[in-house]
């Protein structure tokens, strides 16, 4: 089964500070790899994912990551954290192939929060 | 465009109780998703649907738990003889189709309180 670790529970930054979230995952297949965010009183939302080719993807709001296939990582980075980033990160994985198709299994969260 | 929405956002229940927990996913979409988020923890998935396949049940935690899903729209989460450890936020999401590439839109949830 696949299973996802992300390292750091919470996190916290003061703005303009630069922020990297550690992101884990064990599943020997090929995987397609996300970042979800939760700003406090919303939905889940997209922040980036990687699928194929150029392994340092770009999301919204300034936020990137880059996929190591050799260490089995997708960490989170930003240069610059401002207030507005508060919230909380979820890094996810789902199965490229296989029964297990469209199923995202998610790590535990980080809570970033950004004092101004 | 309308997001997925869930009903009702909060639900407060006896142990012992059954709640249905409803989901209307964003128009055409064919695939809906289930996960649980129990505090402090990831979310956990529950229950897939995919157009007109059998759904994959694999992730239901016991037989007191169920769901189904008429055509491709409205879906229902049942939870029969609910236990304290019931108690989560259940996330409903959809998507344009259950295969590779395509990104899961979440609704708000359902908070379940079970006292």
């Known amino acids: 089964a696949q299973s996802v670790s992300q390292h750091n529970h919470h996190v916290i930054l003061s703005e303009a500070a630069s922020l990297e979230l550690g992101c884990n995952y064990s599943?020997?297949?090929?995987?397609?790899l996300f970042w979800y965010v939760q700003y406090p009183g919303q939905h889940l939302q997209l922040l980036l994912k990687y699928f194929s080719g150029d392994p340092l993807v770009k999301g919204i709001k300034g936020f990137e990551a880059e996929f190591i296939k050799s260490k089995f990582s997708f960490n989170l980075r930003k240069p610059s954290v401002q207030w507005s980033d508060t919230a909380e990160y979820f890094c996810a994985v789902n199965a490229a192939r296989g029964s297990t198709l469209g199923r995202l299994y998610f790590g535990r969260g980080t809570q970033l929060t950004v004092w101004p | 465009g309308a997001g997925v929405s869930q009903s009702p956002s909060n639900k407060v229940t006896e142990k012992g109780k059954d709640v249905e927990l409803r989901c209307d996913p964003i128009?055409?979409?064919?695939?809906l998703y289930w996960y649980r988020q129990r505090l402090g923890q990831g979310l956990e998935f529950l229950i897939y649907?995919?157009?007109?396949?059998?759904?994959?049940k694999s992730g239901l935690p016991s037989d007191r738990f169920s769901a189904e899903r008429t055509g491709e729209s409205v879906s229902t989460l049942t939870i029969q003889r609910t236990q304290q450890e019931d108690s989560a936020v259940y996330l409903c999401a959809s998507s344009l189709a259950g295969e590779l590439y395509n990104e899961q839109f979440f609704g708000p949830g359902t908070r379940l309180t079970v006292l």
């Open positions: 599943y020997g297949g090929t995987v397609n």
């Open positions: 128009s055409g979409h064919t695939a």
């Open positions: 649907f995919q157009g007109n396949s059998a759904p994959d």
